[in-house]
């Protein structure tokens, strides 16, 4: 067996098994899983004596239990090239912030975590091979990545924040200066929002 437990997990691995998690037949999930786990084809594993098939399923009972989560680290080395994380809100960029994005819409953890690691004495996006990176974040551990994702969370919602006060602030002075009913109503509207998703 290839994967014995959490450790020999990948975020590529991991992403694969979500994929197969997504299977609505149970059989499929699991014949995905052992194949996964074992790199053998859904083939081969369809293939197997059912004593051998039951034997593999026994070597997946570590997936039951959740994978521990590691706390955020300055620095990352992936395949021997060293990422610098960007943890602090005001070093952020613009284009890290629309690029995050983009990334999260299509829920591929590679691309948002390119957006936060940065090869060591590099700017964001400035001379580097930003697939190349995406490809080093696959081979990242997936309790590395679970970390970081909470802690991605964490700032976006800060950086929400941030833009919903600096836009409310905004429209409040362009509404009194023009004395806008439809700019104040705007605003409130926006307030409500706020107050649902605790920006406030």
Same mark, same amino acid.
């Given at each position: 067996?290839?994967?014995? &437990?959490? #450790?020999?997990?990948?975020?590529? !691995?991991?992403?694969?098994? *979500?994929? =197969?998690?997504?299977?609505? #037949?149970? =059989?499929?999930?699991?014949?995905?899983?052992?194949?996964?786990? *074992?790199?053998?084809?859904?083939?081969?594993?369809?293939?197997?004596?059912?004593?051998?098939?039951?034997?593999?399923?026994?070597?997946?009972?570590?997936? *039951?239990?959740?994978?521990?989560?590691?706390?955020?680290?300055?620095?990352?080395? !992936? *395949?021997?090239?060293?990422?610098?994380?960007?943890?602090?809100?005001?070093?952020?960029?613009?284009?890290?912030? !629309? &690029?995050?994005?983009?990334?999260?819409?299509?829920?591929? $953890?590679?691309?948002?975590? %390119?957006?936060?690691?940065?090869?060591? /004495?590099?700017? $964001?996006?400035?001379? $580097? &091979?930003?697939?190349?990176?995406?490809?080093?974040?696959?081979?990242?551990?997936?309790?590395?990545?679970?970390?970081?994702? /909470?802690?991605? =969370?964490?700032?976006?919602?800060?950086?929400?924040?941030?833009?919903?006060?600096? %836009?409310?602030?905004?429209?409040?002075?362009?509404?009194?200066?023009?004395? %806008?009913?439809?700019?104040?109503?705007?605003?409130?509207?926006?307030?409500?929002?706020? &107050?649902?998703?605790?920006?406030?």
């Amino acid at each position: 067996m290839i994967l014995k &437990d959490w #450790n020999d997990v990948t975020l590529g !691995i991991w992403m694969r098994m *979500n994929e =197969i998690t997504q299977r609505e #037949n149970e =059989i499929e999930r699991l014949v995905g899983y052992v194949a996964l786990a *074992n790199e053998l084809t859904e083939e081969e594993v369809l293939a197997l004596p059912l004593d051998k098939f039951k034997e593999y399923m026994k070597g997946l009972a570590w997936m *039951n239990t959740p994978p521990e989560i590691e706390q955020p680290k300055k620095e990352y080395v !992936i *395949n021997g090239h060293t990422y610098v994380l960007t943890m602090n809100f005001h070093q952020l960029t613009t284009a890290q912030y !629309i &690029d995050f994005q983009s990334y999260s819409k299509s829920e591929d $953890y590679s691309e948002m975590l %390119s957006v936060f690691l940065i090869p060591k /004495g590099h700017k $964001y996006g400035d001379d $580097y &091979d930003v697939f190349e990176v995406q490809q080093d974040m696959k081979q990242m551990p997936v309790q590395e990545v679970l970390g970081l994702m /909470g802690f991605f =969370i964490v700032l976006y919602r800060s950086w929400s924040a941030a833009l919903w006060k600096y %836009s409310s602030r905004m429209l409040k002075k362009a509404a009194k200066r023009e004395k %806008s009913e439809e700019l104040m109503e705007t605003v409130k509207k926006m307030e409500e929002l706020a &107050d649902m998703f605790g920006f406030r």
